[in-house]
């Protein structure tokens, strides 16, 4: 019988308490301030003019934390410098990785791009870098995203809507033509595990054809089980140890072979935006992220090694300084993990790296350009917890893909934090804030106490399984879905303060015409010129992988050399592993 593993939290609790503590604030200081505070807090909570001392602030994707009307040293009264808070670039990372921060390296603004066919995407993605992008984002169609080919009757209707229909490696050669790959970082927002040891093998295969070798190329993909197997609306799932499974083979393959790529960006974007608060969004990437390194050290590599290039990306909301405060604790909680679960070594292993995109959800159509307003002021938030990369939403995007002049404008709401506010000039100009320091230490806790959670239902794969995350999910969508009606949720011209002008007063992006037709067109002339003897036997032998303990990217790679397409990859998994019913759908 395997031995039972020890919890994380466990671990984590048990090393804390072997630690020194040197607290910040002498017991004389805490004394004084005590006394004033309760005169303080008794004047405003007794007598007729009564208020509540501490309330929960309702606000879309918010914990509902609850928060004092004031803070002081003794919200964090234990508090040790070195040991919670440290310098930046130094342990325990709570003030970022790099001790210069901004000033050193300015966040990569990788504002997303993809619509239409690969032609239309590739002038989109021209246009934002000569206007000063510093990142290349790819985001792909539904049928893209589900692994189904443009002429599948399931694509009809969807083929270049919301995001670049790619059917080939042929496409994504023509998605990156003049794009220089080599210089630049690439996201590719692959979203599944099976999504990824598809689109990233085609990726390779055009960037072969230009001559580049994979050790040149630099970006990340998704190659997330979460999205795959709960955020997925998708008809066809594999089972969820199979998927995680693929999730593994694309960390190995990549980290092996383009090793400047991040080979995982544990994704609570999309599980946030789909609906869960901060706190789980966090607790679930990281436990995630605790089983695939769990995974990678079974398959005999060294744990500092993998963890250099792992990354996580955020949704960042309308809570400002939980936003704050949530990327400093996650940042701290994901160091002590690597330090003293994992036992890692290397400073680059323990840094928590990652990408942030404001929130999608929070954008209403109603008086479309308050949006503007929203996404600048959670783009602050995330600069101010100290992200390496950012991505703006823009004001449209609750009707459509942003048209031209409004990713421009996202692109310029990066560029003026950058270099009209100083704010970059400051490592955590936040840090030591009373307010900013007990909430970074309340969430830390909140996010272990979540992961320890599902490391007592047996591990992230076992919570996805038993439909724990699933029921996380529909009981705060439900309540999120109560308190906006309530008007508990407030968005400004929406639900309150409420304009008589139903109109958007805003031209909204009209999609390319005839992308499905092209992009049926290119397919056939694809399976008509290809090798389709070769094409056979790559799909054989990557069904023959599916099925044994073999790294199936590999094989991938063949089937994208010899032009098979997106659907006829997803088919082999499906015939190797078979379908699965999320626990939604029992």
């Known amino acids: 019988m395997e031995k039972e593993k020890a919890r994380t939290k466990v671990i984590l609790d048990s090393r804390v308490k072997n630690e020194n503590p040197v607290p910040l604030y002498n017991s004389k200081?805490?004394?004084?301030?005590?006394?004033?505070?309760?005169?303080?807090?008794?004047?405003?909570?007794?007598?007729?003019?009564?208020?509540?001392?501490?309330?929960?602030?309702?606000?879309?994707?918010?914990?509902?934390?609850?928060?004092?009307?004031?803070?002081?040293?003794?919200?964090?009264?234990?508090?040790?410098?070195?040991?919670?808070?440290?310098?930046?670039?130094?342990?325990?990372f709570t003030r970022g990785i790099h001790p210069n921060m901004y000033r050193g390296k300015k966040f990569t603004m990788r504002q997303i791009n993809g619509y239409g066919g690969p032609e239309d995407t590739n002038l989109r993605i021209k246009y934002m870098l000569e206007h000063g992008g510093t990142g290349i984002s790819v985001i792909h169609d539904l049928p893209t995203t589900q692994m189904y080919d443009s002429d599948d009757p399931i694509s009809k209707g969807q083929v270049g809507m919301s995001g670049v229909a790619i059917d080939s490696a042929d496409d994504m050669e023509i998605l990156f033509k003049d794009v220089p790959i080599d210089k630049i970082t690439v996201s590719l927002v692959t979203h599944y595990p099976s999504n990824t040891a598809i689109l990233f093998p085609m990726y390779l295969a055009a960037a072969e054809r230009r001559g580049l070798k994979p050790e040149t190329l630099r970006g990340s993909v998704q190659n997330d089980i979460t999205l795959e197997e709960v955020v997925r609306s998708g008809p066809e799932y594999i089972p969820p140890k199979d998927c995680f499974r693929i999730q593994?083979?694309?960390?190995?393959?990549?980290?092996?072979?383009?090793?400047?790529?991040?080979?995982?960006?544990?994704?609570?974007?999309?599980?946030?935006?789909?609906?869960?608060?901060?706190?789980t969004e966090m607790a679930v990437a990281v436990s995630n992220a605790i089983e695939s390194l769990d995974e990678m050290i079974k398959r005999g590599y060294e744990v500092d090694w993998i963890a250099e290039r792992l990354a996580f990306f955020w949704s960042i909301s309308s809570d400002f300084f939980e936003e704050v405060a949530r990327i400093r604790a996650v940042r701290r909680l994901w160091y002590?993990?690597?330090?003293?679960?994992?036992?890692?070594?290397?400073?680059?292993?323990?840094?928590?790296?990652?990408?942030?995109?404001?929130?999608?959800?929070?954008?209403?159509?109603?008086?479309?350009?308050?949006?503007?307003?929203?996404?600048?002021?959670?783009?602050l938030s995330a600069v101010f917890g100290g992200v390496q990369s950012l991505h703006v939403d823009s004001y449209d995007e609750a009707y459509s893909v942003p048209t031209e002049e409004a990713a421009l404008l996202s692109l310029r709401t990066q560029q003026i934090i950058q270099e009209e506010t100083a704010v970059t000039e400051v490592v955590d100009p936040l840090g030591g804030s009373f307010y900013v320091e007990a909430l970074t230490n309340d969430i830390e806790k909140r996010i272990l106490d979540e992961v320890d959670e599902i490391e007592k239902i047996g591990g992230y794969v076992a919570s996805i399984e038993k439909g724990w995350i699933h029921n996380k999910i529909a009981n705060y969508f439900y309540r999120e879905k109560e308190l906006i009606d309530k008007g508990e949720i407030k968005f400004v011209g929406s639900n309150v303060y409420k304009s008589e002008d139903k109109k958007p007063s805003i031209e909204v992006f009209r999609y390319p015409e005839g992308v499905q037709e092209r992009q049926k067109a290119k397919l056939a002339k694809l399976r008509m010129n290809r090798d389709n003897e070769k094409v056979t036997e790559a799909l054989s032998a990557l069904e023959d992988a599916c099925r044994k303990n073999t790294n199936i990217i590999p094989f991938s790679l063949e089937c994208a050399r010899h032009g098979c397409s997106v659907g006829e990859i997803f088919k082999v998994f499906k015939k190797a592993f078979g379908l699965w019913k999320p626990p939604a759908l029992w």
């Open 29 to 92: 200081a805490l004394q004084d301030i005590e006394s004033n505070y309760t005169a303080l807090k008794k004047k405003y909570t007794e007598g007729d003019k009564k208020q509540p001392w501490s309330v929960t602030p309702k606000t879309i994707l918010g914990s509902e934390i609850p928060r004092d009307m004031l803070y002081t040293p003794l919200n964090a009264p234990e508090s040790d410098y070195s040991f919670d808070i440290g310098m930046p670039g130094s342990e325990p």
């Open 336 to 379: 002590r993990i690597m330090k003293y679960r994992f036992g890692a070594k290397s400073p680059r292993a323990m840094w928590m790296r990652c990408h942030v995109q404001t929130s999608g959800i929070s954008l209403v159509r109603e008086e479309p350009l308050n949006n503007l307003i929203r996404a600048a002021i959670q783009s």
């Open 248 to 279: 593994c083979d694309n960390i190995e393959y990549i980290k092996n072979n383009v090793p400047y790529f991040n080979f995982n960006t544990l994704n609570g974007y999309n599980l946030h935006e789909f609906g869960t608060s901060g706190v």
